[in-house]
């Protein structure tokens, strides 16, 4: 079964143009929605009533789960309209559930289902203000009180937690150190004794102003018995479910990206300058056709790596947190380099562009909590020098599997319990560098010699760590690493999809945009992302615009929007 794009079409014209202002799931509403603080109240029955929360629930339980592909097109449409909405509405939930469909029970599993479809909110409580990211040190915790388990202590900064009917909740269940101190805990509130639960205050936050970010206290509260995922496997089974939120959250964000885009090109393609408008400048064209290049790379990754969580699970846990690691940067590059270009425009919170210092608020979080990039990093050295001894170092690489690459290749079920906490030394990704880059010609064959230099003195260098180098404490040498190793996973992604897609989909013309994006890639890998050759640029802006006017997407699929023109006065 390939990934059905009728069913996000559907979901678009269901939410209707963002550009109209009398659209209750339109930028108009969600700013005023912003400006107060509160979730948009009519864009949530809009989503209620379209049945958005069957997208997060396997399909043997009732919902419509069994791509990850899927999910991910579904909330990217609610992201680039208001990240707060796609976090506030549906991902919260998600991130949650997750948990349960890894480590849950049959019983467990249906209660998630009936809460997530009754539309709602699961709350993934994890964070102690105390410890951070820190999990190991949390001190929320179930103890035993005359033979009844009760929850004590807080959670806080956590995402619905007020309004959540049910919740996962990370908590200390064995006093004693090592990794199966913690279990998960389903939580659904209609059982709990409410007078044993005490809400915090609300956490104010620059982004993302809209979600309910509070904090919830228990004082013994009884749990019933049956509501610990797999006792003492809370650590593990966090870090099996943070390897689908890492892929899917650069991938979402990648819709407020593309809308600031949009916005920019709106107000750039309007604005009188010079006897014509703003995009007759070079500089202009070459930073836009940039920007176009840097959201294609991460396209491009996280495509690879959401399918990789079907066709290589195994090798998910790099794959997660190397796009997290680069795409988050990239991201925010982007969004900032928009800035720039808009000048006063950006942080204007009424007219035409008032989304845009909305969505550059709110994109910041793509770096943030448990998916930071530093956490990204604790995940990934480590597991550097054995691959670097592996699968890098082989004489002929293992190719990755067509369906890596193949967009229209089915893809099996989402298997969870497939999900490894770590690779063995395995990386089928980087392993289809070498074959793809044979296949290249002309200027891009260069550039796709290079990468593989790169990739060559990457192994070299990750064959040298020491143990002092692979943990947290590791310096900004080690963090380059998986900066550096970010780049050559893009640049297999970008060839993979070139060589399996030639001509198809809505990727731009087949014989210019692999250089495009290889150049972009190589200059960002030596710290200046120069300006496109002119051919590339000239192909990528003509792109962008050809899009931008017939009111399609920037992504992969291209896709038609229901933005009106697609511009103003088109």
């Not at 709350?123 to 009844?148: I, K, M, R």
């Not at 380059?480 to 999809?497: E, F, I, N, Q, Y």
């Amino acid at each position: 079964m390939t990934m059905d794009h009728s069913r996000t079409g559907e979901l678009e014209r269901h939410l209707g143009d963002p550009f109209d202002d009398a659209n209750p799931v339109g930028f108009a509403a969600l700013l005023e929605a912003d400006e107060r603080g509160e979730m948009p109240a009519a864009a949530e029955r809009a989503l209620d009533d379209y049945g958005f929360n069957a997208e997060f629930v396997p399909v043997e339980l009732g919902g419509r789960l069994s791509r990850l592909d899927g999910v991910v097109a579904a909330l990217r449409s609610l992201y680039r309209r208001d990240p707060s909405l796609g976090l506030g509405y549906g991902m919260s939930s998600f991130i949650a559930s997750v948990n349960v469909w890894l480590a849950g029970d049959d019983r467990q599993r249906r209660t998630a289902a009936e809460l997530i479809l009754g539309n709602h909110r699961l709350a993934a409580a994890y964070h102690e203000l105390a410890h951070g990211n820190d999990l190991s040190g949390a001190e929320c915790s179930l103890v035993e009180v005359d033979g009844t388990p009760v929850l004590r202590g807080r959670k806080e900064v956590v995402t619905n937690v007020r309004r959540a009917q049910g919740m996962i909740l990370f908590a200390r269940t064995d006093e004693r150190p090592g990794s199966r101190s913690h279990s998960q805990i389903l939580l659904d509130k209609r059982t709990l004794d409410r007078t044993r639960l005490r809400d915090l205050p609300r956490f104010s936050s620059s982004g993302m102003r809209a979600v309910q970010l509070h904090g919830i206290e228990f004082e013994d509260c009884p749990v019933p018995p049956h509501s610990i995922l797999q006792r003492g496997r809370g650590l593990e089974t966090a870090i099996r479910s943070f390897q689908i939120t890492k892929t899917v959250t650069p991938a979402v964000m990648c819709g407020p990206v593309e809308t600031g885009l949009r916005v920019a090109l709106r107000h750039l393609t309007t604005r009188p300058l010079y006897g014509g408008t703003a995009t007759d400048l070079p500089h202009v064209r070459s930073t836009l056709a940039g920007v176009f290049a840097d959201l294609l790379l991460v396209e491009c990754f996280g495509a690879a790596a959401i399918r990789a969580v079907h066709v290589l699970p195994a090798e998910a846990s790099v794959y997660s947190a190397v796009y997290k690691h680069f795409g988050s940067a990239v991201l925010l590059d982007a969004m900032n380099t928009l800035s720039d270009l808009l000048g006063a425009h950006f942080y204007l919170r009424t007219g035409p562009t008032a989304i845009f210092q909305k969505l550059l608020r709110d994109v910041r979080l793509v770096g943030f909590g448990h998916a930071a990039r530093a956490a990204c990093e604790s995940i990934v050295l480590p597991q550097l020098p054995v691959l670097a001894r592996r699968s890098w170092s082989e004489p002929r690489p293992e190719d990755a599997p067509a369906e890596l690459f193949d967009l229209d290749a089915p893809l099996g079920p989402l298997e969870f319990h497939r999900l490894g906490l770590s690779a063995g030394g395995r990386d089928h990704l980087t392993g289809s560098l070498t074959e793809s880059v044979s296949r290249l010609g002309g200027p891009a064959a260069a550039l796709g010699e290079l990468l593989l230099v790169e990739h060559a003195a990457l192994t070299r260098d990750c064959r040298a760590l020491g143990p002092a180098d692979l943990t947290v404490t590791a310096g900004a040498d080690a963090s380059d690493l998986v900066t550096r190793l970010g780049h050559v996973h893009t640049a297999a992604s970008v060839l993979g999809l070139w060589r399996h897609n030639i001509g198809g989909g809505g990727l731009p013309d087949a014989p210019v945009w692999p250089h495009a994006l290889l150049d972009r890639l190589h200059g960002r890998l030596k710290g200046r992302p120069a300006p496109l050759p002119a051919a590339a640029e000239e192909a990528l802006y003509t792109e962008l615009l050809d899009r931008f006017h017939t009111g399609r997407a920037f992504d992969l699929a291209a896709r038609l929007l229901p933005d009106g023109q697609g511009a103003a006065g088109a």
